[in-house]
């Protein structure tokens, strides 16, 4: 008699995990989720893996508003809170009141409005300009006040340019209180070309350009105020003028990069050299030994070398005077005889 094979051992039942089998919620918890309506405009369940049942709506969360308002599903905006009366009110609007007529019509202009003043095209402001640096700008003034970085020539030449567009037949005032590219004891902050790139840009627009330091204009600060308008370049009494040559900070690497930034050093004082040439009218020779140190100027020693050519007394003035009153008041009638053109073409309609 044969023996008989012991069985194989069967592996332990074990409870379905979220490994072995999804865990289904109860035929009760499905039946609490609404469905939306069949037909084309059905959305998609927003469900993890649960269908609720065919016959079971939930009325109370009908909407009151365009399925396509917030481009959600209905499930969605009810998980939001976007139904309700309250929602379909935000929608109670009239079209006319969209438009930009009725907008703009019944603006009042008043001393406690901080809109920006709109300058375009030449036309004249409909306010004071609302800060500091808005009336300079709205006063036809550039100040360049920090030094020559490329956050402040990518400035300086915008408001350059911007004044161009805007009247290019009016003068441009720029105002210098700045070290230039390196600092008074010789450590670089900037590049040369920043401020050759403010000179081209000053070449490049209409105005006629006055330059006035008001503080301290120093090395490619100063090649910037001698590049004002003959006649047109000014000093304060105490303002100090100082020429110095390009320079580069101290530098590690491959002896032939070390020779390109040399290469390119000596470049860019060449350029710094021709350029006070034709603003002083000096011998290159001269202007080329008088920059190879720092040199200061008071502002009766900068008139005398050409850098500048008026000291700047206070009962003199640099900014164009503008009546703000006077184009407040107009304003404001171009306003109402804009809402009163406006209104018979409403009952009309």
Not at 130 to 149: A, E, K, Q
Not at 172 to 181: A, D, R
Not at 244 to 252: D, G, K, L, M, Q
């Amino acid at each position: 008699m044969g023996t008989r094979a012991p069985a194989a051992p069967t592996a332990p039942r074990r409870a379905a995990t979220a490994r072995s089998a999804p865990l289904l919620p109860k035929a009760s918890i499905r039946r609490a989720w609404p469905r939306p309506r069949d037909g084309p405009g059905a959305q998609a369940s927003m469900g993890v893996g649960i269908r609720p049942d065919d016959n079971d709506v939930a009325s109370e969360l009908k909407l009151v508003v365009p399925k396509s308002a917030y481009g959600l599903s209905q499930r969605q905006m009810a998980a939001l809170g976007l139904v309700g009366e309250q929602v379909a009110r935000r929608y109670d609007v009239c079209e006319d009141e969209l438009t930009a007529a009725a907008h703009y019509g019944g603006e009042v202009v008043s001393e406690h409005t901080r809109i920006a003043t709109r300058m375009a095209g030449g036309r004249p402001p409909s306010q004071a300009p609302p800060d500091l640096p808005s009336l300079l700008l709205d006063g036809r003034i550039c100040y360049i006040g920090m030094p020559l970085v490329a956050q402040v020539t990518e400035l300086v030449i915008s408001e350059l340019l911007w004044l161009n567009y805007n009247n290019p037949e009016q003068a441009v005032y720029v105002y210098i209180n700045s070290v230039g590219s390196q600092t008074p004891d010789g450590q670089t902050v900037g590049f040369e070309t920043e401020a050759y790139a403010i000179l081209d840009t000053m070449a490049y627009i209409r105005p006629t350009k006055y330059t006035l330091v008001v503080g301290q204009a120093f090395g490619n600060a100063a090649m910037i105020l001698a590049s004002g308008k003959r006649g047109g370049r000014y000093a304060l009494p105490h303002s100090r003028i100082m020429l110095a040559p390009p320079r580069a900070n101290r530098s590690y690497g491959v002896a032939s990069n070390v020779m390109i930034r040399a290469n390119e050093l000596e470049n860019c004082t060449e350029t710094y050299i021709d350029f006070l040439t034709g603003f002083t009218g000096r011998d290159k020779d001269e202007i080329k030994k008088d920059s190879g140190r720092n040199r200061y100027f008071t502002p009766e020693q900068a008139i005398e070398y050409g850098l500048i050519d008026k000291v700047v007394q206070p009962e003199d003035t640099m900014i164009s005077e503008k009546d703000y009153d006077r184009m407040l008041a107009q304003s404001q009638a171009m306003q109402q005889r804009m809402a009163g053109s406006d209104a018979p073409a409403a009952a009309a309609g």
